[in-house]
């Protein structure tokens, strides 16, 4: 079979012509326009109402000699439902899946009037043929109307008056990743219409929350419309993550409480309320791979509408998707059409919703050119980076995906930032008490040089965490040493194996106080580590309270109590919520933490002092000896803030000394000499053993504990 021509193309096309398309209201009317190259006809599908079976009438669109298919239709506006069909061959083999008998959502839809699950009439073939059967696939001719939900024509009515991007600096940015309703499902000072939804997440008891916590931007898991897989309905399990694309442009309705619509208005409220706390908004978004999932899932959009210009197909056989997403198929972004999309989907959410940024789920896969290797200069890196807008907002990688040599972390060009899986097992390992540590440990305090200074980036393009949403929680880090998803339906099969956890003695809760003090040390020196690392810092949400999914770590199908913030806080997450401020509060409070240069670790010409110095427990400076020490698990990062303050005209900021032990045993650790008169004060000790002020000579640091001190300053 010959290759489709069209997948040879990439990058954007200049002369594409920009749109709008989608359907535009103009005020009087409705202009509709779809792209699809390869269709010999297009019909709008016109509906009064959410739940009807079939048509009140259908248009045909006219094609332009492009590829686009437009029409006018007067008297309509915001509120009016839609869909297509799509006319043209059917015919997989050759990767053409023109079925008119599938209703078809927009790809440029606003809104979708309701939820989306898979359904049986979503498929547009009739059987799976095997690999050895090279017969034609029969199309499936049943009506798939009466499963689909339909597309909402939006107006553009909104007030935003008064808001303002809070366009907070990375050097001063701290990420609360989160889940749109898990965050509020279970908040109990919230109204109840109110829990779960964008309202709830903008409701002033938890904005309160986010700021008081220290917080500069939300995160949100993937907030457009979704569908509920296959697997999944049999199961009778959900989408609750929401991984699987429906609509790009759409704001997932099942977190609004209007009618079909609504959801967008509510939306910018949220984005509204949210930017007044001074709170950022940035976007969990899924552009490698759609809800269509592979040749046999359903078919409900883009597959219907241009399979061969939408995907990436295999060379000779047109029902195979090239799919390093795990998910079935991957996004032909080879293609300028489809390029075109994601860039108009990215400036949509900006201009038209307000949003300050975008975090790329299996970013690696957005740089294969035609599914190939992955390159920093791919056509989708080039076009976002000399984009005037989208260069100037916050974009963050996942630097991975499933396919070859997929693991990229580090890879990625300015401006880009990275989530950095590096940091975060490393501290896992180093709090857990593995030996040989203390390298890897002060490379990922320090900001990670190693994976971002040799392409010019700065410390704060590694987005430092210690959990998210995928794996364990910070507490069952320190509670589970095996994951425990059997209620995921798949026998325990799903989720990562290795955790890099310890359970400290008992797998699950324990009733053994020895145990769970040692566990709540553990998770305030994972916190606080998070907190005093060069970089930018990244909670996941419902952390600082100490939220545990029992053990499951993979809760992308589990929306209830395992996924919910458990906002009923006892003792324990009381205790955690207060040492989470106070360490974010330092992390504010010291200039050092903002720098946005990596240290070099040499003398300052004029005071001998050096910018970092690394201690042994002895005071002195490591050496290779020390550094190559497999039993070494104590050490001091020393930082003289001197040069930071300078810059940022806080003279006087005191410098820092972070002592770090995860032995067994206390460790009597020798204070340096400084050429500051005064005494070291403590500022945050995880072992929670009070320290009062210093003078030089020791202090004693407990065992799996961190421990800060400052020097205030000249005769302090």
Not at 169 to 177: A, L, S
Not at 480 to 508: I, P
Not at 649 to 662: E, F, M, R, Y
């Amino acid at each position: 079979m010959h290759r489709d021509s069209r997948q040879q193309r990439h990058g954007p096309d200049p002369a594409i012509e920009a749109g709008p398309l989608g359907a535009v209201w103009d005020g009087t009317g409705v202009e509709f326009s779809l792209f699809s190259e390869g269709a010999t006809a297009v019909e709008l599908c016109l509906f009064e109402s959410a739940d009807q079976s079939t048509e009140e009438r259908r248009l045909r669109l006219e094609q332009d000699g492009k590829g686009l298919w437009r029409t006018r239709a007067s008297g309509l506006g915001p509120g009016q439902l839609y869909a297509y069909r799509v006319h043209g061959t059917y015919d997989p083999r050759r990767g053409s899946r023109f079925n008119p008998h599938k209703l078809l959502l927009d790809p440029y839809a606003r809104a979708i009037s309701g939820p989306m699950k898979w359904h049986e009439l979503m498929r547009d073939y009739k059987e799976v043929p095997s690999p050895q059967d090279d017969t034609p696939v029969e199309a499936d001719m049943r009506d798939s109307a009466p499963a689909m939900p339909r597309c909402v024509v939006v107006g553009d009515d909104f007030d935003w008056s008064g808001d303002e991007s809070p366009a907070v600096p990375w050097r001063n940015t701290v990420i609360y990743e989160c889940h749109v309703k898990g965050m509020t499902a279970a908040h109990p000072e919230l109204p109840e219409e109110l829990r779960g939804t964008y309202a709830g997440l903008a409701h002033p008891v938890v904005l309160d929350h986010l700021v008081s916590l220290g917080v500069t931007a939300v995160e949100l898991l993937p907030v457009n419309h979704a569908i509920t897989d296959q697997h999944l309905v049999e199961s009778g399990l959900t989408n609750y993550w929401g991984y699987s694309p429906a609509s790009y442009f759409a704001p997932d309705c099942r977190y609004a409480g209007g009618s079909p619509g609504d959801q967008v208005r509510e939306f910018k409220t949220m984005v509204k309320g949210l930017h007044e706390a001074g709170l950022e908004v940035i976007l969990d978004v899924v552009f490698n791979h759609t809800g269509e999932a592979g040749a046999w899932g359903p078919t409900f959009s883009w597959r219907g509408i241009d399979n061969r210009a939408y995907y990436l197909l295999d060379e000779t056989d047109g029902t195979v998707h090239k799919d390093v997403s795990g998910c079935g198929n991957c996004l032909n972004l080879s293609h300028p059409r489809t390029m075109q999309m994601v860039v108009d989907c990215l400036r949509y959410w900006v201009v038209e919703m307000h949003v300050d940024g975008f975090r790329f789920d299996l970013a690696t896969a957005l740089g294969r050119v035609d599914g190939g290797d992955f390159d920093a200069q791919a056509p989708v890196f080039e076009t976002l980076r000399h984009d005037p807008l989208l260069s100037r907002v916050k974009l963050i990688a996942e630097p991975w995906d499933l396919g070859h040599h997929g693991h990229r972390l580090g890879s990625f060009p300015a401006p880009w930032t990275e989530w950095n899986d590096a940091y975060r097992d490393t501290v896992r390992r180093f709090w857990r008490g593995d030996r040989g540590q203390l390298g890897a440990l002060a490379t990922r305090m320090a900001g990670s040089s190693d994976l971002y200074a040799n392409n010019g980036r700065p410390p704060q393009a590694s987005i430092n965490f210690v959990a998210c949403h995928d794996g364990f929680t910070v507490r069952d880090v320190t509670t589970y040493d095996h994951k425990h998803n059997e209620l995921n339906a798949e026998e325990n099969r799903d989720g990562h194996g290795e955790n890099v956890s310890r359970n400290w003695g008992e797998e699950g809760p324990s009733s053994k106080p020895t145990i769970e003090r040692k566990r709540e040390r553990a998770v305030r020196n994972m916190i606080a580590t998070l907190c005093l690392s060069h970089g930018v810092p990244m909670i996941s949400h419902g952390d600082e309270l100490g939220r545990t999914q029992y053990g499951n770590n993979n809760s992308y199908c589990q929306d209830n109590t395992i996924s919910w913030v458990d906002w009923e806080l006892g003792p324990r997450g009381r205790r955690l919520l207060e040492f989470t401020r106070r360490a974010m509060k330092l992390r504010r409070e010291l200039p050092t933490f903002s720098r946005q240069s990596f240290f070099d670790g040499d003398a300052a010409a004029a005071d001998g002092i050096k910018d970092v110095a690394w201690l042994s427990p002895d005071g002195r400076e490591m050496n290779n000896d020390d550094w190559a020490k497999e039993s070494g698990r104590c050490m001091g990062m020393l930082i003289d803030q001197t040069p930071v303050a300078e810059k940022q005209d806080t003279k006087g900021a005191p410098s820092v000394l972070i002592i770090v032990n995860s032995s067994s045993g206390s460790v009597n650790f020798r204070l340096p000499a400084w050429r500051h008169t005064g005494a070291w004060r403590s500022r945050l000790n995880t072992a929670r053993r009070r320290i009062d002020t210093l003078s030089m000579g020791s202090v004693t640091v407990s065992p799996h504990s961190l421990l800060v001190l400052t020097a205030d300053g000249e005769g302090a």
